[in-house]
T-cell receptor, first 109, second 116 residues
Framework: SQQGEEDPQALSIQEGENATMNCSYK?????LQWYRQNSGRGLVHLIL?????REKHSGRLRVTLDTSKKSSSLLITASRAADTASYFC?????????FGTGTRLQVTL | IAGITQAPTSQILAAGRRMTLRCTQD?????MYWYRQDLGLGLRLIHY???????GKGEVPDGYSVSRANTDDFPLTLASAVPSQTSVYFC???????????????FGPGTRLTVL
């Protein structure tokens, strides 16, 4: 069963624009993680934000976490064609890491 | 090698046949996992292992078995494949403790399995 639900399911933007993806979840978490999956490849970890953190940055990535609303967002700034991929949020608890169904991002030239 | 390798890359299998998907990691991670990824359903955990010698059932374990004889290898076996097991299978690993969601997971490239 999915803990995280991403929104939107698909997003198409032009190169240079910003892309925002959202993740909502239902129960208390220790952390929330974001992963990227290029077509035909395995998932790659992007960033982990702990439940006591509100914002985290890594290069062109900015992640926010609002535990009161049980939601997180991933912002990719100045997108590139190479950012085209599926993005998954995953909620981490003491017993497991549960993945959502993903947002498919298409960045066009 | 660095990371996780999986074999085969893809396989077409007749229903009823036995199949073992191989997974090897060289990061000395304690925890390992097998997921299946199906369109619209995301990743679902099949089996996991906290450490060598121990295994446990995930969300969708029926029809699959695993073993963990050593730290590096975590094979997944389909004893008698059925068409509903057509999927992309990913092996992953993470540092301890156990299989908690406290740490990032590292994924292999996947095995695309088709059961006819």
């Amino acid at each position: 069963s999915q803990q995280g639900e991403e929104d939107p399911q698909a997003l198409s933007i032009q190169e240079g624009e910003n892309a925002t993806m959202n993740c909502s979840y239902k129960t208390s978490i220790n952390n929330l993680q974001w992963y990227r999956q290029n077509s035909g490849r395995g998932l790659v970890h992007l960033i982990l934000i702990r439940s006591n953190e509100r914002e985290k940055h890594s290069g062109r990535l900015r992640v926010t976490l609002d535990t009161s609303k049980k939601s997180s967002s991933l912002l990719i700034t100045a997108s590139r064609a190479a950012d085209t991929a599926s993005y998954f949020c995953a909620t981490g608890t003491a017993s497991k890491l549960t993945f959502g169904t993903g947002t498919r991002l298409q960045v066009t030239l | 090698i660095a990371g996780i390798t999986q074999a085969p890359t893809s396989q077409i299998l007749a229903a009823g046949r036995r199949m073992t998907l191989r997974c090897t990691q060289d990061m000395r991670h304690n925890a390992m996992y097998w997921y299946r990824q199906d369109l619209g359903l995301g990743l679902r955990l099949i089996h996991y292992s906290n450490t060598a010698g121990t295994t446990g059932k995930g969300e969708v374990p029926d029809g699959y078995s695993v073993s963990r004889a050593n730290t590096d290898d975590f094979p997944l076996t389909l004893a008698s494949a059925v068409p509903s097991q057509t999927s992309v299978y990913f092996c992953a690993s993470s540092t301890g403790p156990g299989i908690s969601g406290y740490n990032e997971q590292f994924f292999g490239p996947g095995t695309r399995l088709t059961v006819l």
